[in-house]
Nanobody
Framework: VYVEESGGGKVQPGGSLRLSCVASRTIFNTYATEWYRQVPGTQRELVAGILANGNTNYADSVKGRFTISRDNAENTVYLQMNSLKPEDTAVYYC???????????????WGQGTQVTVSS
């Protein structure tokens, strides 16, 4: 299973970026796809997530600015980030949780991350 993020870059405060997370198809179903971010020296924090049923959740710090969405045909999850702030600067990681239909065991897979820098 591979997970790959893209779309990071440098943007000025107030700008926008759209991150993409594409995962290889497997025999397992996707339970959830989540975006995390991490600043060097700090813990990785959850930014947004989307469940298989479409339910979404967001960190308080990004509510109203970030939107997570999914394209099932492309097996891709997007994170639209608007009104970016310098404190959004971090490496953004995608985590895909797969679930085995028979056992309900869950398996997590991470991408390598994509850098987002918000600076003037």
């Amino acid at each position: 299973v591979y997970v790959e993020e893209s779309g990071g870059g440098k943007v000025q405060p107030g700008g926008s970026l759209r991150l993409s997370c594409v995962a290889s198809r497997t025999i397992f179903n996707t339970y959830a796809t989540e975006w995390y971010r991490q600043v060097p020296g700090t813990q990785r924090e959850l930014v947004a997530g989307i469940l298989a049923n479409g339910n979404t959740n967001y960190a308080d710090s990004v509510k109203g600015r970030f939107t997570i969405s999914r394209d099932n045909a492309e097996n891709t999850v997007y994170l639209q980030m608007n009104s970016l702030k310098p404190e959004d600067t971090a490496v953004y990681y995608c985590r895909v949780t797969l679930i085995a239909s028979m056992s309900s065991n869950k398996y997590d897979y991470w991408g390598q991350g994509t850098q987002v820098t918000v600076s003037s």
